[in-house]
C-alpha cells in the first residue's frame, strides 16, 4: 500500500437516514438543532394533535440543545444523533467525532516532540489500560491503524449523566500526519442499562458503521 503524502481532509461514514449530522466547526450548531428538530417535526401526519405534539417539540430541542453544548465543550467536529418519531423520540445514543494531537514528550536530548510511530501509540494505549475495566483491541479503517476502546461509564447525576452509558472509541491514526488521530465516539444508554440486549445490538451496530469508514481528499 503506497503511503499518502498529504494528509486527508475529511471523512465519509454510511449513516442510516434516521440520524442526522450537528455541524458544530461551522455555522450556528444551535440554529441547525432547531431545524432538525423543524424537520422532523414537519413530517408528522396533520392529524396529530397540536397539543401533544409541542411538548414533545420542546423538550427534543432542549435534550438536542443539550447534546450540542456538551459536544462544543469537549471542543468536538460533529455530532450525530438518532431522530425518531415513532411515537417516542429515541435520543437513547449519539456519535461525537473529534480530532486528537499526541502530546509532546521529551526525548535523550531533553527537546520535546511528537511521537512519531503510530503503532508506537497504540501499544501505548493497549497496555496503560489493561486491568482498568476497558475492553481494547487495534485493528485497521481504511488502511489505517485504529484502536478500538469499549467500557462502562457509571451514571453521575451531579454532572447531567442520570444513566450508566455503554461506550465504544474509535481511535484511527491519521494518514501522512502521525501527530493525529481521529476519534470517534460512541454512547448509549441501551433500554436504561448499559449491559442488556439493546445496548449490545447498539454496539454491534456500530461496529459495523465504523467498517464504512473512509479517508476524502479534497
Known sequence: MVEPTSPPT???LLLPSDWVQVPLRQGDAKQAARDIVAS????????VPRDK???LRLELERRLLAAVADARRAEALELYLPMRLAGEVNLGASIVVSEARLPSRSGTDGVSGHVSDPAAIAVQMLSGESGSGTDLSSGE???????RRERIAPADPAGGAELATRRVDYLVSV???P?????AAFSTVGAGDPKDDLADALVEWFDALMTTFRWSWA
Do not use: E, K, N, Q
Open 141 to 147: 479503517i481504511d488502511g489505517a491503524l485504529a484502536v
Open 10 to 12: 475529511g471523512y465519509r
Open 175 to 177: 494518514p501522512g500526519d
Open 40 to 47: 422532523a417535526f414537519a413530517r408528522v401526519p396533520a392529524d
Open 53 to 55: 405534539l409541542t411538548p
Open 179 to 183: 501527530s493525529r488521530w481521529f476519534v
